[in-house]
């Protein structure tokens, strides 16, 4: 079974700083997807951003990067200028077939 | 355009109870799929479905049953309610499987007394 583990349960970060949040995922397909999906209070989930492993190019939305590492199976998502908006639990998945998720970090944002 | 629909939002049980919770998509996407999620533990896949007529099991099928009779409707059914189903219930759909982006319902908070 596909497992995906991000090993920071909690993060915290000041307004306007930038925070970097683990994932590391240990698919054996070649061909994959990686997600980062956002649940705010509200519960609803969020799509933040998407890598297809056949591409180099770290994946990039406005204030979001990731930071795929595919041979080390590393798929990290850095939020830059936090905002108050950005506090939520964050998943990271992954998905050759079915998306396998991870347990999740919530992220707490200081004013 | 109303997405994926997830009812109820919110529904108690007392165990043995049996109880539908109902997901419609209208966006025409052929895969469909129940989570549940728990504190701690993420999402985790119940059943799947990749068209009308196909179902197949996730990762904790146990006490959940599904059925695909048209492309819009995704039911899960639990047979005789118990405690350990006590959980946030996710729809989710999207065109195809692996690339294609999730969209979720709205989640539907189960409490199994």
């Known amino acids: 079974a596909q497992t995906v583990t991000q090993s920071q349960p909690e993060m915290s970060v000041q307004e306007a700083e930038t925070v970097t949040l683990s994932c590391t995922y240990d698919?054996?397909?070649?061909?994959?997807?990686l997600f980062w999906y956002k649940q705010p209070p509200s519960r609803q989930m969020i799509l933040v951003i998407r890598?297809?492993?056949?591409?180099?190019q770290n994946a990039t939305e406005n204030r979001f990067s990731v930071n795929f590492q595919k041979a080390a199976k590393s798929f990290s998502l850095k939020i830059s200028d936090s905002q108050l908006g950005d506090a939520a639990m964050y998943f990271c998945a992954d998905s050759n077939y079915k998306l396998t998720f991870g347990k999740g970090t919530l992220l707490t944002v200081n004013p | 355009n109303a997405g994926v629909t997830q009812t109820p939002k919110f529904q108690v049980l007392k165990t043995g109870q049996s109880m539908t919770l109902q997901c419609a998509q209208d966006?025409?996407?052929?895969?469909m799929s129940w989570y549940r999620q728990d504190p701690g533990m993420g999402l985790r896949l119940i059943h799947y479905s990749v068209g009308a007529g196909i179902t197949d099991q996730g990762e904790v099928p146990n006490g959940y049953n599904v059925s695909r009779s048209t492309t819009e409707d995704f039911p899960l059914r639990l047979l005789s309610a118990a405690p350990s189903q006590t959980s946030v219930y996710f729809c989710?759909?999207?065109?195809?499987?692996?690339?294609?982006?999730?969209?979720f319902g709205a989640g539907s908070r189960l409490t199994v007394l």
């Open positions: 890598q297809e492993a056949y591409k180099q």
């Open positions: 698919t054996s397909e070649s061909d994959y997807y």
């Open positions: 989710a759909s999207s065109l195809m499987t692996g690339a294609n982006v999730l969209t």
């Open positions: 966006m025409n996407h052929e895969y």
